[in-house]
């Protein structure tokens, strides 16, 4: 595998966000990811933010996949 670099680069430090208790508060707040869903609001930006949330949070991951599931409905 020559030219190919396998080794994953790891991402800046201010690419790294650090929230507050208040922030991570706010985000954990099921009904706002209802209300965005439903309304189609910033879908982009909305999936880039679950995703970032939901990396190494089980609870989050299983409260926010309720959310997309009834939103399907």
Do not use: W
Request: charged share 25%; glycine share 2%.
């Amino acid at each position: 595998m020559s030219g190919i670099n396998v080794e994953r680069e790891q991402p800046p430090q201010d690419y790294l966000y650090h929230l507050n208790r208040e922030e991570v508060l706010a985000l954990s707040c099921m009904n706002f990811y209802t209300k965005m869903i439903k309304e189609k609001q910033a879908l982009v930006e909305l999936g880039f933010l679950i995703h970032r949330l939901a990396i190494r949070n089980l609870k989050f991951s299983e409260e926010i996949s309720r959310v997309i599931l009834k939103c399907l409905n």
